[in-house]
């Protein structure tokens, strides 16, 4: 039997897709149902498990613990001053909503922190070059001591692959360290972004959506040793491109001249800003996407009330709605660019419980960690189910690596035993912040374009990322 869903678009138009959900005997024996594809979201943590992370409740970002009560969708669209429509989550009152207009952060006033005699990073290091920087500091690109860029990349080659590492890669925690460091960036004020390398320090390093990138850093810091006249934020840069052309995927050409924070008073100019205290910006760092903001709250173990009939967790467009305006579009990024990010950001590594809480590898790395479009094709033709922590059949049929932490929601491609000698697909998940590309209909359409044509997909995202990386930088 299939399904035909009909999704209504922003504009009020509606489109008829493909079949997004295959009816199964499991939906008739209590388990939530089945997601399909049918046909036409930093590489992975790739850390080992680190301590567990402290979560703040009460973050503004709503972030993964607990059941996610931050905020409501609702008090979000009722700070901004919009209507919001009648809940349709059971156990909250959260107005998903299709789209919602991107406010601009207001621009921030200028800061001078006093300079300390001496900030060291959390690695101990005291500042080697590269000017101190302030909320209003333009980038400087001087010449400076000379680098040799080539000797560089041969040493982060030698140092990318390492079969005591998690599928013998540095690729994919390269690649989420470099997305982290840009990914702050907003194009309205021009603040945030890869220049400075800000996560030396507290206050980017504490993000829960940076957990377990101490690691990336120290394994560069030999590199910088070696090199350093090299700022950290151009080597965070380098090592992602070269750790990208060293699995298989596009050659980026590198631009150098970024420089380096040289303590917290980047982001301590934000928290003073006037317009930080009005609530007109956000009083704190914190501009990364989150796995399940704005989504129905979790009910652990009943994960069938936190759905609707074809199987999507109730307030999916909300989460849209944060990562299209709140995070990409903020940054100045169009659907197609934040589709060819994550279609090839996510084909690396895989997350940790002990890090951001989910579990598991986005694509099969069998065969090591290599560019492909395969998580595009598997997102829209393999089966993908529902799971939490509660979820032990995980366990017995050999994916106890897919099972979440507690208080926190994934897909798998996995499916409880019932008998049959059915042979079971590599472990593979996706987080709810990764379907949206198949819910929303814009997102689908490049979706599905992409698993057709992954040279495609090499180009674009060969584009998007370097976009991304070079976001407040100054170049040309």
């Given at each position: 039997?299939?399904?035909?869903?009909?999704?209504?678009?922003?504009?009020g138009?509606?489109l008829?897709?493909?079949?997004?959900?295959?009816?199964?005997?499991?939906?008739?024996?209590?388990?939530p149902?089945?997601?399909?594809?049918?046909?036409?979201?930093?590489?992975?943590e790739?850390?080992?498990?680190?301590?567990?992370?402290?979560?703040?409740?009460?973050d503004?970002?709503?972030?993964?613990?607990?059941?996610?009560?931050?905020?409501?969708?609702?008090?979000?669209?009722?700070?901004?001053?919009?209507?919001?429509?009648?809940?349709v989550?059971?156990?909250?009152?959260?107005a998903?909503a299709?789209?919602?207009?991107y406010?601009?952060?207001?621009?921030?006033?200028p800061?001078?922190a006093p300079?300390?005699?001496?900030?060291?990073?959390?690695l101990?290091n005291a500042?080697?070059?590269?000017?101190?920087?302030?909320?209003?500091?333009?980038?400087?690109?001087?010449?400076?001591?000379?680098?040799?860029?080539?000797?560089?990349?041969?040493?982060?080659t030698?140092?990318?692959?390492?079969?005591?590492?998690?599928d013998g890669?540095?690729a994919?925690?390269?690649?989420?360290?470099?997305w982290?460091s840009?990914?702050?960036?907003?194009?309205a004020?021009?603040?945030?972004?890869?220049?400075g390398?800000?996560?030396?320090?507290?206050t980017?390093?504490?993000?829960?959506?940076?957990?377990g990138?101490?690691?990336a850093?120290?394994?560069l810091?030999?590199?910088?040793r070696?090199?350093?006249?090299?700022?950290?934020?151009?080597?965070?840069?380098?090592?992602a491109?070269?750790?990208?052309?060293?699995?298989?995927?596009?050659?980026?050409?590198?631009?150098?001249?970024?420089?380096?924070?040289?303590?917290?008073?980047?982001?301590?100019?934000?928290?003073?800003?006037?317009?930080?205290?009005?609530?007109?910006?956000?009083a704190?760092?914190?501009?990364?996407?989150?796995a399940?903001?704005y989504?129905?709250?979790?009910?652990?173990g009943?994960?069938?009330?936190?759905?609707?009939d074809?199987?999507?967790?109730?307030?999916?467009?909300?989460?849209?709605?944060?990562v299209?305006?709140?995070?990409f579009?903020?940054?100045?990024?169009?659907?197609?660019?934040?589709?060819?990010?994550?279609?090839?950001g996510?084909?690396?590594g895989?997350c940790?419980?002990?890090?951001?809480?989910y579990?598991g590898?986005?694509v099969?790395?069998?065969?090591?960690?290599?560019?492909?479009?395969?998580?595009?094709?598997?997102?829209?033709?393999?089966?993908?189910?529902?799971v939490?922590h509660?979820?032990?059949?995980?366990?017995?049929?050999g994916?106890?690596?897919?099972?979440?932490?507690?208080?926190?929601?994934?897909?798998v491609?996995?499916?409880?035993?019932?008998?049959?000698?059915?042979?079971?697909?590599p472990?593979?998940?996706?987080l709810?912040?990764?379907?949206?590309l198949?819910?929303d209909?814009?997102?689908?359409?490049?979706?599905?374009v992409?698993?057709?044509?992954?040279?495609?997909?090499?180009?674009?995202f060969?584009?998007?990322?370097?976009?991304?990386?070079?976001?407040?930088?100054?170049f040309?």
């Amino acid at each position: 039997m299939r399904w035909l869903l009909a999704l209504p678009l922003a504009s009020g138009l509606v489109l008829n897709h493909a079949p997004l959900l295959r009816s199964s005997s499991s939906h008739e024996t209590g388990h939530p149902p089945v997601l399909m594809g049918g046909k036409g979201f930093g590489g992975g943590e790739a850390t080992r498990d680190p301590a567990p992370t402290t979560y703040d409740l009460n973050d503004p970002k709503g972030k993964q613990q607990a059941i996610h009560k931050a905020e409501s969708f609702s008090d979000y669209l009722a700070r901004r001053g919009s209507v919001t429509a009648e809940a349709v989550c059971p156990h909250a009152a959260a107005a998903p909503a299709a789209s919602l207009p991107y406010v601009p952060l207001a621009a921030p006033a200028p800061f001078a922190a006093p300079a300390p005699a001496v900030s060291r990073d959390y690695l101990g290091n005291a500042p080697i070059q590269g000017a101190r920087s302030t909320a209003t500091a333009d980038v400087a690109h001087s010449a400076g001591p000379s680098v040799d860029y080539a000797a560089v990349r041969r040493e982060l080659t030698l140092l990318m692959d390492n079969p005591s590492w998690d599928d013998g890669s540095l690729a994919p925690v390269f690649i989420r360290l470099a997305w982290h460091s840009s990914g702050t960036y907003d194009q309205a004020s021009n603040t945030g972004g890869s220049n400075g390398a800000g996560m030396r320090y507290e206050t980017e390093a504490a993000d829960p959506e940076n957990a377990g990138l101490a690691v990336a850093r120290a394994f560069l810091e030999p590199v910088k040793r070696r090199f350093p006249a090299m700022s950290y934020s151009d080597l965070w840069i380098l090592a992602a491109y070269v750790g990208i052309e060293h699995t298989g995927g596009p050659a980026i050409e590198f631009t150098a001249g970024r420089t380096d924070h040289e303590d917290e008073g980047y982001w301590a100019a934000m928290s003073n800003n006037p317009a930080a205290r009005g609530g007109v910006m956000p009083a704190q760092y914190g501009r990364l996407p989150a796995a399940e903001k704005y989504t129905c709250p979790h009910l652990q173990g009943d994960l069938g009330a936190n759905m609707d009939d074809e199987g999507r967790v109730v307030g999916w467009e909300g989460l849209c709605t944060h990562v299209r305006n709140e995070v990409f579009y903020r940054m100045g990024f169009g659907d197609r660019e934040i589709v060819a990010l994550l279609c090839g950001g996510h084909v690396y590594g895989r997350c940790h419980p002990g890090a951001s809480g989910y579990a598991g590898p986005w694509v099969d790395l069998s065969e090591g960690n290599k560019f492909t479009n395969e998580y595009a094709a598997d997102m829209i033709e393999d089966e993908w189910r529902l799971v939490d922590h509660s979820d032990t059949w995980l366990d017995d049929i050999g994916a106890a690596e897919l099972r979440p932490a507690p208080g926190n929601r994934q897909y798998v491609n996995q499916k409880p035993p019932d008998g049959s000698d059915e042979e079971q697909p590599p472990n593979q998940m996706m987080l709810v912040s990764d379907m949206i590309l198949a819910w929303d209909p814009a997102f689908r359409s490049h979706l599905e374009v992409y698993a057709e044509d992954e040279e495609l997909l090499v180009q674009d995202f060969a584009v998007a990322f370097k976009k991304l990386t070079e976001l407040g930088c100054g170049f040309a």
